[in-house]
């Protein structure tokens, strides 16, 4: 089987993380977003995965080669040279996609799920038609793409309307689909979008069709949903007893759902969790207090710091007795003085804070 992951985009909402790496190699639960994906794919008998990429191809060339091996799979990638949007890249790539008759995935690089992708085919293959697309239920669907079914029908998708301005339904494209090749034909080369262009077009000759989601989903391409989208995946890791998190036994260990990588140097009585992911070389402080939040590789957090809803960026260090809360987001190598007190905002890169942050900005 074969699948294309849309890895295009600047990813301006999640600086100043996105202005040190793409964001689908911004770690997730320590892991680059988008190696979830591609074992995802992989253990679900894919062989051939087209990445779309428009922005800084090159870093993103040397870091998946190793998952050609890794997950044995082949890695193709399509690149634009101008931003083709989300559904010009299935066009660029018509080669790949289009060289047999099944059927391909194609993936929103920055959602997080358990991805059904066996389930989705042999729903896809039994409805008979042109296109399927994952959906999930949200709370704000303005921020999304709704689908609208038909009267009477469990799956066909009457209207799909992007980022609605008015309520119109609150299930949403969770950002993967199954498509037929003919859906090749309906794409021009040019910069067009598959939620304003593609779907409509396919609603209306009734070729489009959903298929419910079971379990957590989340779009982790901005902080807060970044943080909520942590917790989500590391309690579904919980639920099934997953071996890569933290044991609960460990004394520092609070609460649950903690994610540590074995390089990580854990402090005298901290308290961490719940809902925490500490990466690989990370140092932590004596007496140090973490809550819901993610420290990227070679972060450093010094004595009785404690730090809440916050990510910590690569070779960042937090000073004794600081105090981050409220959706801070420390880009790489920043510092933050002993006892400050950030109180939300993004902190880009190199940056050293001296003085504390009393309501939420943006540190240049
Ligand atoms: N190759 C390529 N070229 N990829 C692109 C381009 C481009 O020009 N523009 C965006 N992408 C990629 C992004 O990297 C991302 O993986 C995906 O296309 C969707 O773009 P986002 O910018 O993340 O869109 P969104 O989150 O506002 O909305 C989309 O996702 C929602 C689910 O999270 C839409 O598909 C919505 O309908 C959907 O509900
Ligand atoms: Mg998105």
């Given at each position: 089987m074969k699948a294309l992951i849309l890895v295009g985009g600047f990813g301006t909402r999640l600086r100043p993380l996105t202005l040190t790496l793409p964001k689908p190699l911004v770690e997730f639960a320590n892991k680059p977003m988008i190696e979830h994906?591609?074992?995802?794919?992989?253990?679900?008998?894919?062989?051939?995965?087209?990445?779309?990429?428009?922005?800084?191809?090159?870093?993103?060339?040397?870091?998946?080669?190793?998952y050609e091996q890794q997950y044995n799979v082949k890695i193709d990638f399509s690149v634009e040279t101008e931003p083709l949007g989300t559904a010009g890249p299935l066009k660029l790539a018509e080669k790949i996609l289009g060289k047999d008759d099944s059927p391909f995935f194609v993936l929103n690089s920055?959602?997080?799920?358990?991805?059904?992708?066996?389930?989705?085919?042999?729903?896809?293959?039994?409805?008979?038609?042109?296109?399927?697309?994952?959906?999930?239920?949200?709370?704000?669907?303005?921020?999304?793409?709704?689908?609208?079914?038909?009267?009477n029908h469990p799956s066909r998708i009457d209207r799909f309307v992007e980022k609605p301005i008015e309520?119109?339904?609150?299930?949403?494209?969770?950002?993967?689909?199954?498509?037929?090749?003919?859906?090749?034909?309906?794409?021009?080369?040019?910069?067009?979008?598959?939620?304003?262009?593609?779907?409509?077009?396919?609603?209306?000759?009734?070729?489009?069709?959903?298929?419910?989601?079971?379990?957590?989903w989340m779009d982790v391409g901005q902080p807060k949903d970044f943080l909520s989208g942590t917790c989500l995946y590391?309690?579904?890791?919980?639920?099934?007893?997953?071996?890569?998190?933290?044991?609960?036994?460990?004394?520092?260990?609070?609460?649950?759902?903690?994610?540590?990588d074995p390089s990580a140097k854990i402090g005298n009585n901290c308290k961490i969790g719940p809902?925490?992911?500490?990466?690989?070389?990370?140092?932590?402080?004596?007496?140090?207090?973490?809550?819901?939040?993610?420290?990227?590789?070679?972060?450093?957090?010094?004595?009785?710091?404690?730090?809440?809803s916050t990510i910590v960026g690569w070779n960042s260090v937090v000073g004794?007795?600081?105090?981050?809360?409220?959706?801070?987001?420390?880009?790489?190598?920043?510092?933050?003085?002993?006892?400050?007190?950030?109180?939300?905002?993004s902190v880009l890169p190199h940056k050293s804070i001296k003085a504390n942050v009393d309501t939420p900005s943006i540190i240049m």
């Open positions: 994906q591609v074992a995802a794919l992989a253990a679900a008998g894919v062989t051939n995965i087209v990445l779309a990429v428009n922005y800084r191809p090159e870093i993103m060339t040397a870091a998946l080669q190793k920055d959602v997080i799920c358990d991805y059904p992708f066996k389930q989705l085919a042999d729903f896809h293959k039994a409805h008979g038609d042109e296109g399927t697309i994952i959906v999930t239920k949200v709370e704000e669907p303005s921020k999304y793409g709704v689908v609208v079914h038909k009267p309520f119109v339904g609150n299930r949403i494209n969770a950002g993967i689909y199954i498509l037929n090749p003919s859906v090749l034909s309906r794409i021009e080369l040019r910069p067009t979008s598959i939620e304003q262009e593609t779907f409509p077009a396919m609603t209306k000759d009734g070729q489009l069709h959903s298929f419910d989601l079971e379990g957590f590391l309690s579904s890791l919980t639920k099934k007893g997953s071996k890569e998190l933290t044991s609960t036994s460990e004394s520092y260990v609070h609460g649950g759902n903690v994610m540590i809902n925490v992911v500490i990466g690989p070389n990370c140092v932590i402080g004596d007496g140090v207090r973490l809550q819901r939040c993610v420290l990227l590789s070679n972060s450093k957090v010094k004595e009785h710091a404690w730090i809440k004794r007795w600081a105090r981050l809360e409220n959706i801070c987001v420390l880009g790489d190598d920043v510092t933050v003085g002993d006892e400050i007190y950030v109180n939300g905002g």
